[in-house]
């Protein structure tokens, strides 16, 4: 019988594809959830993160924790999703984290993100980037990491943190998803040939880094950021999204300053209605912005290499897009 793992976000786009990997290599899979639900596992405990205490039988038994559960970004009043993103990413790592290094846990992987460092702007950074993030979903990701490094420190329990860059493949959500949707009912405007750069991963990709993770003892006490070898721009995915779906390109593109303009027109749409309108500024700084990021270190380090990119994974997202439509 194999070790025992603990994945926490087990539902999640993410930990799906890990739920995937995992029996092949022989292992049995202990499922962390916030209430009772079926799936790909062998056990499952309820345990809320954050808001509850991490019990011993959580971890015990376990041999590596891939601990993937938080708080992204969600739409609410700033102070609100502070105190959420402090509750669910630092407390609820912070718990678990404690838990599985006085349990014994052999091995801790964290996934964390590339925002928990400032934002790169025309740079393309590596881990060598220390500087803060100023919002406080980084912020909240930064502060576990350093929870989970210092408890790896303390304990003796091999630890890793993972930055994933924007993850793809079939069944994303979030921006990919809606950015597809608009573009196959024709409602997504050209953009234009800006030369932003953007990092990105594949999810099978990012799964196969955080096995790495915790087979090497290398990895112990390291940050990885995870990402493709070439970053893309944004006009560049908006055409291979068109080719996937079927839907000619335009070779035109909407001029910045007509976007800039409806995009300050949504953002007081959405004050007033509470709720994020499909274009506004963050939504626009992620259209035309670059977000680039080297994955040297993981690469030289532990032998990673991404297997994909998001041109030829584009037909299997398209297919599971149209599946669920």
């Known amino acids: 019988m194999g070790e025992m793992v603990l994945v926490t ?11 995937r990997r995992l029996p092949k290599s022989g292992v049995r899979v202990r499922a962390l959830l916030r209430e009772s639900a079926e799936g790909a596992w ?27 559960a938080g708080i992204a970004h969600t739409w609410g009043p700033a102070r609100e999703m502070s105190a959420l993103y402090r509750t669910v990413n630092v ?15 052999r091995r801790f992987v964290f996934f964390s993100s590339v ?13 060598s980037v220390t500087d803060w993030p100023a919002d406080p979903y980084g912020r909240s990701k ?58 990105m991963v594949y999810v099978g990709d990012l799964v196969e880094a955080a096995l790495l993770a915790a087979r090497e003892t290398r990895a112990n006490g390291r940050t990885y950021i995870v990402g493709d070898t070439v970053p893309v721009s944004t006009r560049e995915v908006y055409q291979w999204m ?6 000619s390109a335009p070779r ?23 709720r994020p309108m499909p274009l506004n500024r963050e939504v626009l700084g992620r259209l035309l912005g670059s977000a680039c990021y080297r994955s040297d270190r ?13 041109r030829d994974a584009l037909p299997e997202m398209v297919a599971s897009y149209r599946g669920r439509a």
């Open 9 to 19: 976000g087990a539902r999640g786009f993410i930990g799906r594809d890990l739920l």
């Open 42 to 68: 062998d056990e499952a405990v309820i345990c809320r993160l954050g808001a509850e205490a991490v019990a011993d039988r959580v971890v015990e038994g376990v041999a590596t924790v891939f601990h993937l």
């Open 91 to 105: 407390k609820g790592t912070a718990a678990l984290v404690e838990a599985a290094a006085r349990v014994g846990v």
């Open 115 to 127: 925002k928990a460092v400032r934002d790169p702007g025309e740079e393309c950074i590596d881990e």
């Open 142 to 199: 930064r502060e576990a990491e350093e929870i989970v490094l210092e408890a790896g420190a303390r304990s003796g329990m091999r630890v890793c943190v993972l930055r994933p860059t924007l993850v793809y493949g079939a069944g994303v959500k979030g921006n990919l998803l809606r950015m597809m949707e608009m573009i196959d009912h024709r409602r997504f405007p050209p953009p234009p040939r800006v030369d932003n750069r953007r990092s």
């Open 242 to 247: 068109c080719g996937a779906l079927g839907r």
């Open 252 to 274: 035109w593109g909407v001029p910045v300053r007509m976007l800039r303009a409806a995009a300050a027109v949504g953002e007081g749409i959405g004050r007033v209605a509470g």
């Open 298 to 310: 993981i690469r030289r380090e532990l032998g990673w290499r991404p297997a994909r990119t998001l």
